[in-house]
């Protein structure tokens, strides 16, 4: 019996049921990617973490710079209370992205997380952006 299989895999119904929830929770660079190429970007994409110069020197096209910190209510009030919200940060070593999905979910916003950050985008090959 290898590692693998040493312990077993979930029922079908669970892994389901998992899988559908996480996809609830997250998207990827390339579905981010994908739906700005079919110019139907129906979200809010922010990266949450960062400097402004970091900022300007490279992001992804068409984020806005919010840093979680300032992610409150007052701030949030110039987008409608049904506004999904997609957060990055730096990548899977970085936490940023869940800390400004959490202030933006304890604000009543529909937020998912794309998963990879900027290094994800990065090793897909996909262009980054600069200035403000």
Not at 12 to 37: G, N, P
Not at 106 to 119: A, D, F, W, Y
């Amino acid at each position: 019996m290898s590692y693998v299989s040493e312990i077993k895999s979930a029922s079908s119904q669970d892994a389901r049921a998992y899988f559908a929830k996480r996809l609830t929770l997250e998207t990827d660079c390339a579905d981010v990617h994908a739906s700005m190429a079919a110019d139907e970007m129906d979200f809010v994409l922010l990266q949450v973490i960062g400097q402004p110069e970091a900022f300007k020197r490279r992001h992804i096209p068409g984020a806005l710079h919010l840093p979680h910190r300032y992610i409150t209510e007052p701030r949030m009030a110039q987008w409608p209370k049904d506004t999904l919200f997609v957060v990055y940060c730096a990548g899977p070593h970085c936490n940023g992205a869940e800390r400004g999905a959490l202030k933006l979910a304890e604000l009543g916003r529909p937020v998912k997380v794309m998963i990879g950050g900027i290094t994800g985008w990065e090793d897909e090959g996909f262009a980054f952006a600069s200035g403000e």
